[in-house]
């Protein structure tokens, strides 16, 4: 199969160039592409080329990037046999070229992510859970959940946490009030495919009141997230009633 090359072949933005661009840029904005070769910063999540360009699916024949260690291009031709398909994952902050054969329009912005080699945090508030159990009797302010009583229905919560697939966990930070009894919370994980298997559900951090003061730092277990594959969330315990009260979790992230 026969396919053009991009139009200045020697000329090659590096991975350090594409920072610059990003750095340069609002992170969050989208990048436009128009008819013909473009040689843009991708500023979205580490997807496959053809999840990575699904804005803009139907409407290209090619995209090209730069292998620095075999000084070369790799590719993707949307329709084309995998042994010409080279390019498997285009990463946030990678510079590629792609050839648009209809009208163009944009690749997605960095919306909720930090820039390569950078970091970031998700911050979650106690307003955004809610109770395990339907029979659970809580109370909720603006950022602040706790039971009204001790009974087991109103001791567990979760939240789900939204993180930019490929980056990974690092820490997560918890704050809350343990002057009646004992708080938990973990940040766990589970296959999309699961439903009530508690075997299949994996922790990734966890903080326990009886482990230090208000607010209270982790580390987390090496994880890679994969929002394709898993699912995210927070789940807290507290047991103490009035006495317990969560009122908001952080989980920190690299790029």
Same mark, same amino acid.
């Given at each position: 199969?026969?396919? +053009?090359?991009? $139009?200045?072949? %020697?000329?090659?933005? =590096? @991975?350090?160039?594409? @920072? *610059?661009?990003? @750095?340069?840029?609002? *992170?969050? /904005? $989208?990048?436009?592409? !128009?008819? %013909?070769?473009?040689? #843009?910063?991708?500023?979205?999540?580490? +997807?496959?080329?053809?999840? /990575?360009?699904?804005?803009i $699916? %139907? &409407?290209?024949?090619?995209?090209?990037?730069?292998?620095?260690?075999?000084? =070369?291009?790799?590719i993707y031709a949307p329709g084309a046999p995998s042994y010409v398909n080279t390019l498997t994952q285009i990463n946030q902050g990678d510079a590629i070229w792609v050839n648009?054969?209809?009208?163009?329009?944009?690749?997605?912005? @960095?919306?909720?992510? *930090?820039a390569p080699g950078g970091s970031g945090k998700f911050s979650i508030a106690a307003s955004t859970f809610v109770?395990? =159990?339907?029979?659970?009797?809580?109370?909720?302010?603006?950022? &602040?959940?706790?039971? !009204? %009583?001790?009974?087991q229905a109103s001791q567990r919560y979760y939240a789900p946490?939204?993180?930019?697939?490929? #980056?990974?966990?690092?820490?997560?930070? *918890? /704050?809350y009030e343990a002057s009646?009894?004992?708080v938990q919370v973990r940040l766990d994980f589970t296959p999309i495919i699961n439903g009530d298997n508690p075997a299949s559900i994996?922790?990734?951090?966890?903080? +326990? =009141?009886?482990?230090?003061s208000s607010p209270q730092t982790v580390n987390a277990f090496a994880h890679t997230v994969d929002n394709g594959a898993n699912v995210y969330f927070v789940v807290v315990d507290l047991t103490g009633g009035p006495g317990t009260k969560l009122r908001g979790v952080t989980v920190a992230y690299t790029g």
């Open positions: 199969m026969k396919r +053009l090359r991009p $139009a200045i072949a %020697g000329l090659v933005l =590096s @991975a350090g160039i594409a @920072a *610059a661009v990003i @750095a340069g840029n609002d *992170a969050g /904005a $989208a990048t436009p592409v !128009v008819g %013909g070769w473009n040689n #843009v910063p991708y500023l979205g999540s580490s +997807l496959p080329p053809n999840e /990575a360009l699904s804005t $699916a %139907g &409407q290209y024949d090619a995209v090209y990037k730069w292998n620095t260690a075999t000084k =070369s291009y790799d648009v054969t209809g009208q163009g329009g944009t690749l997605p912005g @960095a919306i909720g992510q *930090a109770p395990a =159990s339907d029979l659970a009797v809580y109370e909720k302010s603006f950022n &602040q959940i706790n039971p !009204v %009583g001790t009974d946490v939204n993180l930019p697939d490929g #980056v990974t966990i690092t820490s997560m930070t *918890a /704050a009646g009894g004992e994996y922790k990734l951090a966890e903080v +326990l =009141s009886t482990g230090g």
